[in-house]
Nanobody
Framework: QVQLEESGGGLVQAGGSLRLSCAAS????????VGWFRQAPGKERVFVAA????????YYSDTVRGRFALSRDRAKNTVILQQDNLKPGDTAVYYC??????????????????WGQGTQVTVSS
């Protein structure tokens, strides 16, 4: 069974950038989508972005569209979330997961499996 591991989080000032990685071990992603979600303290896990692994199409929440960008590194079996122009509201633990659901369900956390342990992103004002 594939295992996912997130990395790349850290502390950054508002306006700064981070590059998060979601690496698959124990095999390939073997799924239709890989999604990124985030969870702030005391709040639910919410959708950030997803990538269709066959066609490469990407999808974003309204709050991050234009600032975050998803890509895939096939050679390294990794999905990258480039975060630019970060804001204090982006502070959260970021998780990646896999989904074989349909396109209309990619924003639903219940459709994802194989969650990693998460990586903390903290943006100071």
């Amino acid at each position: 069974q594939v295992q996912l591991e997130e990395s790349g989080g850290g502390l950054v000032q508002a306006g700064g950038s981070l590059r998060l990685s979601c690496a698959a071990s124990g095999g390939t992603f073997n799924s239709r989508f890989v999604g990124w979600f985030r969870q702030a303290p005391g709040k639910e896990r919410v959708f950030v972005a997803a990538i269709n692994l066959s066609g490469g199409h990407t999808y974003y929440s309204d709050t991050v569209r234009g600032r975050f960008a998803l890509s895939r590194d096939r050679a390294k079996n990794t999905v990258i979330l480039q975060q630019d122009n970060l804001k204090p509201g982006d502070t959260a633990v970021y998780y990646c997961g896999t989904s074989n659901g349909i396109l209309s369900s990619i924003r639903e956390v219940r459709m994802y499996r194989n969650w990693g342990q998460g990586t903390q992103v903290t943006v100071s004002s």
